[in-house]
């Protein structure tokens, strides 16, 4: 893509050298060193203006060579459309209208590769077509650690989620970098984040999309993904608490795989029973901890000397945080001892 674009900025600043500098002379013959200066002057500014303009225009990503060139054909014809439209208006001017004619359809034809490109990559954007503002939220961006989680990829296999998923080009940078990394545990949380891409790329439900937007301004990937997500009115997917919070401050809608969780774990009330394995220790005195399948932790009073064995507990209580559930029980047997004690 540099090279391309390399290329048509030169051809550009040849062209408008060429042109600049016939409509000074005239026949392009015997030009001073300012004039050709000039002509030169005026082929750099040409391209700056070309490349300045790219720059506003930072989520173009291109790859369809396709739509690429049926942007282009449909620039020039907006270009030469537009020449025809103001040709009226220069006259007896031959040099001015060539050097004008030049300017449309390079300025048409660079736009029309850009809309191309764009087009080609990441498809028609719904919002531009539709009054609802919030058509762009059937896209979701795919945070580095959700990926790594992997639990995103199961979500997906179960059709819960639609829409397409964008995986932006700097997110696939960090994974990298971590697989590459020196540190043994963040090299294996970098390839397992790769295998789950893989992964969700091979379902062919899903509409997964590569895209090359960045903000070099921006240094923290969170921070881009932010960025990314609200200039694009994109969706994101997360099971990082702070990266939740500061994209729901901004305004970004955010899916947080970790409320899901929570929401999906059977609802317990206090006085039911169940059947509990004590694990280990608690931090108060005499209490042992245990977990349910779903990694929820249960604490259960006086019950330490219970360690490694199983036993049956009544809730208490529970206590939902951000991080998660805790269930607080006692021992069956101790209640029921504490019941019949209250009653005589």
């Given at each position: 893509?540099?090279?391309?674009?390399?290329?048509?900025?030169?051809?550009?600043?040849?062209?408008?050298?060429?042109?600049?500098?016939?409509?000074?002379?005239?026949?392009?013959?015997?030009?001073?060193?300012?004039?050709?200066?000039?002509?030169?002057?005026?082929?750099?500014?040409?391209?700056a203006?070309?490349?300045?303009?790219?720059?506003?225009?930072?989520?173009?990503s291109?790859?369809?060579?396709?739509?690429?060139?049926?942007?282009?054909?449909?620039?020039?014809g907006a270009?030469?459309?537009i020449?025809?439209i103001?040709?009226?208006f220069?006259?007896?001017?031959?040099?001015?209208?060539?050097?004008?004619?030049?300017?449309?359809?390079?300025i048409?034809?660079?736009?029309?590769?850009i809309?191309?490109?764009?087009?080609?990559?990441?498809?028609?954007?719904?919002?531009?077509?539709?009054?609802?503002?919030?058509?762009?939220?059937?896209?979701?961006?795919?945070?580095?650690?959700?990926?790594i989680?992997?639990?995103?990829a199961d979500?997906?296999?179960?059709?819960?989620l639609e829409?397409t998923?964008?995986?932006?080009?700097?997110?696939?940078?960090?994974?990298?970098?971590?697989?590459?990394?020196?540190?043994s545990?963040?090299?294996?949380?970098?390839?397992?984040?790769?295998?789950?891409?893989?992964?969700?790329?091979?379902m062919?439900?899903?509409?997964?999309?590569?895209?090359?937007?960045?903000?070099?301004a921006?240094?923290?990937?969170d921070?881009?993904?932010?960025?990314?997500?609200?200039?694009?009115?994109?969706k994101v997917?997360?099971?990082?608490?702070?990266?939740?919070?500061?994209?729901?401050?901004?305004?970004?809608?955010?899916?947080?795989?970790n409320e899901?969780?929570?929401?999906?774990?059977?609802?317990?009330?206090?006085?039911?029973?169940?059947k509990?394995?004590?694990?280990?220790?608690?931090?108060?005195?005499?209490?042992?901890?245990?977990?349910?399948?779903?990694?929820?932790?249960?604490?259960?009073?006086?019950?330490?000397?219970w360690?490694g064995?199983?036993?049956?507990?009544?809730?208490?209580?529970v206590?939902?945080?951000?991080a998660?559930r805790?269930?607080?029980?006692?021992?069956?047997?101790?209640?029921?001892?504490?019941?019949?004690?209250v009653?005589?």
């Amino acid at each position: 893509m540099k090279i391309l674009r390399l290329i048509y900025l030169s051809v550009a600043v040849l062209g408008a050298f060429y042109l600049f500098s016939h409509f000074l002379k005239g026949n392009g013959q015997g030009l001073s060193a300012e004039e050709s200066a000039w002509g030169l002057g005026a082929g750099i500014f040409l391209a700056a203006l070309l490349y300045g303009l790219e720059l506003t225009f930072q989520k173009i990503s291109p790859k369809i060579l396709l739509f690429s060139l049926i942007g282009l054909l449909v620039g020039f014809g907006a270009a030469q459309t537009i020449f025809n439209i103001t040709e009226p208006f220069f006259p007896n001017e031959t040099s001015l209208l060539l050097l004008w004619h030049w300017a449309m359809v390079m300025i048409g034809g660079y736009f029309g590769l850009i809309v191309g490109l764009k087009t080609g990559t990441e498809g028609f954007p719904l919002s531009f077509f539709s009054k609802n503002e919030n058509a762009g939220l059937s896209c979701k961006i795919l945070d580095t650690s959700v990926i790594i989680d992997g639990r995103i990829a199961d979500l997906c296999e179960t059709g819960f989620l639609e829409g397409t998923f964008i995986i932006p080009h700097f997110i696939l940078n960090e994974l990298q970098h971590i697989a590459d990394s020196s540190d043994s545990m963040k090299r294996a949380r970098g390839r397992r984040g790769l295998d789950v891409l893989n992964r969700i790329q091979k379902m062919s439900e899903l509409d997964i999309r590569i895209v090359e937007d960045d903000f070099p301004a921006i240094k923290e990937v969170d921070d881009k993904i932010v960025a990314l997500a609200k200039q694009m009115n994109y969706k994101v997917i997360t099971n990082d608490l702070n990266l939740n919070k500061v994209a729901e401050f901004q305004g970004v809608k955010v899916l947080n795989i970790n409320e899901l969780s929570n929401a999906l774990k059977p609802v317990v009330l206090p006085g039911e029973t169940m059947k509990v394995f004590i694990l280990k220790e608690g931090k108060e005195s005499g209490q042992g901890i245990a977990y349910l399948d779903d990694g929820t932790m249960i604490v259960v009073d006086d019950a330490r000397r219970w360690i490694g064995k199983n036993v049956e507990v009544i809730v208490t209580s529970v206590l939902q945080t951000t991080a998660g559930r805790m269930i607080f029980t006692r021992l069956k047997d101790e209640h029921e001892r504490e019941e019949l004690r209250v009653a005589r």
